[in-house]
Structures are given as structure tokens and as C-alpha cells.
């Protein structure tokens, strides 16, 4: 197996796409440590899924958007593995409203999580993927990003952010054969969108090419791939995931 002993790190890892990258890498031999915020139970549940399969898993409740959180976590997970080859940074919320009648701790709170928890946890990582010459970021965005959503200015504006930072990222740690990619996902069936009205739905279906929402080991499929051998020429680059939404 390509991952065997590798190391990954996986914010958000409980539920949706990070759950289902988590158990894709696992099932690949690749050990896992993620963070959750709230539910211990689902976070024991996927580590002894996850165990089953002959690798290791760590789980450690950590907010994301915490600096101190992130970089403590990232030490034990040195201390424990010596090393660590991936990081995919995938928590995120949402706190949908008009600009017109966004609090501030709607931004805030949005912002904190899906950026400033991507700025935490890869500042936490670089150096040691500097020291190793080797590894890779991934970072999971979305199409809103790149095409913009009404009543999304927030979450928009923290997704386009990590593009962004995808793109510089990748600039500074090439020549010591680091990747940081992207994936940015369309609507893909997770709790997410399970809230979503069903005329909403509808809706959107009718923009996508494809006419469906995607599925969460889709978008961990190509996870894999980009973090896999077969991607090291890659690096700087978004992956839309997405059905031809952004087209």
C-alpha cells in the first residue's frame, strides 16, 4: 500500500468529507489523527473504524481555529509518529445570511473556523515538512470560492482565502518538495446540506451539469490522488469537485 506508516492530519475528521477522507487514507495504510470539537462519541467511533483497518488513529478535541490548539496537537503528534507527511485541512461552517442582516460573530466565527484554523494548523506542520523535505498540504475549499454565493458572504470570503493561501503556500515550499493543493467542492451530500430545504435542492440540481449532488468519497478519492505519488508534479493547483457547477 502507497501510504503504509505514512502520517496524516485531518481537521473536521468526524463527519462528511473529512470522515470520508479519513477512512479512504486508512484504507490505504496511511495512520490518522484528526481533531473534533464537540461529539467524543462519533470521534471514538471513527477511531476504532479506522483501527480495524491495522493502522493507527489519534483523535484529540481541539478547536480548530485555536493557534494554541493546533500547534500542541501537532507536537504530540510529532512526539508520537516523528514525522508527519500530509495535512488536509478540512474543518468548516456555516453561518448563512443576507450581508444586510449578518452579525459579526456570524464573520467572525465563520472566518476563524475555515480560514484562520488553515493559517493554525499549516504553520503548525511546515516546519517539520521542511526539516523532512517532503510532504503535502491539502486544503478543502469550495466552488463558492471561486463563483461567490448570495447569502454566503462570509463563508465565500473564507473559501476564496484559502485559495489564496494554497497558491502562495505552494510557492514558498516547492524547492523543498512540499505540495499545498486544493479541492474545491460543489454540493456534496453531507450534514451540510442535509439541512438544505428540499425546493432549495431543486434547485441547484438544475445549475449542475450532472444533475446530482456529488458524494463524499468523491471528493476523498481525489484527495488521495493528490496526495498521492502520482501528484508530486502538482502543486499550487484547485481541483473542482463539483459536477460542472463552476463551469
Request: glycine letters at 8%; a positive charge; one cysteine or more.
Amino acid at each position: 500500500m502507497e501510504f503504509k506508516d505514512k502520517v496524516a492530519i485531518i481537521t473536521g475528521g468526524t463527519r462528511g468529507i473529512g470522515r470520508a477522507i479519513a477512512l479512504e487514507l486508512a484504507k490505504n495504510g496511511c495512520n490518522i489523527i484528526f481533531n473534533y470539537s464537540k461529539s467524543a462519541d462519533a470521534a471514538n467511533a471513527l477511531v476504532t473504524e479506522i483501527e480495524s483497518m491495522g493502522v493507527k488513529a489519534l483523535s484529540f478535541q481541539v478547536n480548530a481555529a485555536s493557534f494554541e490548539g493546533a500547534k500542541n496537537m501537532v507536537k504530540e503528534v510529532k512526539e508520537k509518529f516523528g514525522k508527519i507527511d500530509f495535512l488536509v485541512n478540512n474543518a468548516g461552517i456555516t453561518r448563512d445570511k443576507l450581508l444586510a442582516l449578518m452579525a459579526e460573530n456570524d464573520w467572525d466565527d465563520v472566518i476563524n473556523t475555515n480560514l484562520k484554523s488553515v493559517y493554525n494548523f499549516s504553520k503548525a506542520v511546515i516546519t517539520q515538512m521542511i526539516k523532512q523535505k517532503a510532504g503535502s498540504i491539502l486544503n478543502i475549499t469550495s466552488v463558492s470560492g471561486i463563483i461567490g454565493m448570495a447569502g454566503q458572504v462570509n463563508y465565500s470570503a473564507s473559501k476564496a482565502g484559502m485559495i489564496g493561501f494554497t497558491k502562495a503556500l505552494a510557492k514558498e515550499v516547492g524547492k523543498v518538495n512540499v505540495t499545498v493543493n486544493a479541492i474545491a467542492c460543489g454540493f456534496i451530500e453531507t450534514d451540510m446540506t442535509a439541512v438544505l430545504p428540499q425546493e432549495y435542492k431543486d434547485k441547484v440540481i438544475e445549475m449542475i451539469p450532472v444533475r446530482r449532488f456529488g458524494k463524499a468519497e468523491e471528493v476523498a478519492k481525489t484527495a488521495v490522488f493528490l496526495l498521492s505519488d502520482n501528484a508530486r508534479y502538482i502543486t499550487g493547483h484547485v481541483i473542482n469537485v463539483d459536477g460542472g457547477l463552476a463551469i
